[in-house]
T-cell receptor
Framework: GESVGLHLPTLSVQEGDNSIINCAYS??????FIWYKQESGKGPQFIID?????DKRQGQRVTVLLNKTVKHLSLQIAATQPGDSAVYFC????????????FGTGTKLQVIP | GAVVSQHPSRVICKSGTSVKIECRSL??????MFWYRQFPKQSLMLMAT?????????EQGVEKDKFLINHASLTLSTLTVTSAHPEDSSFYIC?????????????FGPGTRLTVL
């Protein structure tokens, strides 16, 4: 049968507030990072990416911050909306020509109307 | 954005049978496709990387004889779960990369829910 599911960390945010989702990565050789959004029963959807030579990148309502010193990544969502409710995964890619994307454990974002 | 489809979206099969899952890139050519599996409330785990016209590269611990991958064209990759058992029940997701560069965007399919009785 299926493995017992782990309890996903959950972030509850009031509609209209800003959300900050954090991610720690382990491999200092990673040089490319991506945030994905996954709604229930669906595949992941690309949100934003950042390369290791940057520490901040902005998109529409989203900002990704990268701190290579402490191997930390965050996703900021401005003016959170009910449609933002989903599980968010950070993912990393190791440099040196590798093309494998390794996903983090995920954070569930619940938006309270 | 680019569209990736999977078929079927759900499949229920008896233990011991084989199941084929298709992954198609609908509006772009994908030289590289990836297959993942995801258990409930867990992250995606890469199973294999598939390049068009060549053998797939499997991740450690993934049995290549059990999970057969065929990437016969630039728009189609298939995953066949052979002699499926209940522990193979999972959510299988493919992705297709839109370009040749490793950091080109991967577009994910909607997933296939496999239940093995």
């Amino acid at each position: 049968g299926e493995s017992v599911g782990l309890h996903l960390p959950t972030l509850s945010v009031q509609e209209g507030d800003n959300s900050i989702i954090n991610c720690a990565y382990s491999n200092s050789a990673s040089d490319y990072f991506i945030w994905y959004k996954q709604e229930s029963g669906k595949g992941p959807q690309f949100i934003i990416d950042i390369r290791s030579n940057m520490d901040k990148r902005q998109g529409q309502r989203v900002t990704v911050l990268l701190n290579k010193t402490v191997k930390h990544l965050s996703l900021q969502i401005a003016a959170t909306q009910p449609g933002d409710s989903a599980v968010y995964f950070c993912a990393e890619m190791i440099g040196g020509g590798y093309q494998k994307v390794t996903f983090g454990t995920g954070t569930k974002l619940q938006v309270i109307p | 954005g680019a569209v990736v489809s999977q078929h079927p979206s759900r499949v229920i099969c008896k233990s011991g049978t084989s199941v084929k899952i298709e992954c198609r890139s609908l509006d772009f050519q994908a030289t590289t496709m990836f297959w993942y599996r995801q258990f409930p409330k867990q992250s995606l785990m890469l199973m294999a990387t598939s390049n068009e016209g060549s053998k797939a590269t499997y991740e450690q611990g993934v049995e290549k004889d059990k999970f057969l991958i065929n990437h016969a064209s630039l728009t189609l990759s298939t995953l066949t779960v052979t002699s499926a058992h209940p522990e193979d029940s999972s959510f299988y997701i493919c992705s297709a990369r839109s370009g040749q560069t490793r950091t080109d965007t991967q577009y994910f399919g909607p997933g296939t829910r496999l239940t093995v009785l």
